[in-house]
Nanobody
């Protein structure tokens, strides 16, 4: 059974930090690219950060560059999102996504974790 379980969300003041985790099971984690997305109320889901299967390539949406860092530990089948200097506009539900294309698309989503940045 495939599972992606996010954790680490919560309420934080502007300027604060959070570290999100996404623990994977039921598939070969090390062969999948991993991505964090977020969805704010009334808005479409947007890409936040992505990392290649071996971790050698990372990319970010412009609005989080220099503040967020994506990383992965293939031995633990876990991907992380370190979020620093948080802003109110970072408030959203954060989702992790696993994806690979080999013959066909394989894609899995977590259930999401709420991040609220407010004073």
């Amino acid at each position: 059974q495939v599972q992606l379980v996010e954790s680490g969300g919560g309420l934080v003041q502007p300027g604060g930090s959070l570290r999100l985790s996404c623990a994977a099971s039921g598939f070969t984690f090390s062969t999948y690219a991993m991505t964090w997305y977020r969805q704010a109320p009334g808005k479409e889901r947007e890409f936040v950060a992505g990392i290649s299967s071996a971790g050698g390539s990372r990319n970010y949406v412009d609005s989080v560059k220099g503040r967020f860092t994506i990383s992965r530990d293939n031995a633990k089948s876990t991907v992380y999102l370190q979020m620093n200097s948080l802003k109110p506009e970072d408030t959203a539900v954060y989702y992790c996504n696993a994806r690979k294309i080999i013959s066909r698309l394989y894609e899995y989503w977590g259930q999401g974790t709420q991040v609220t940045v407010s004073s």
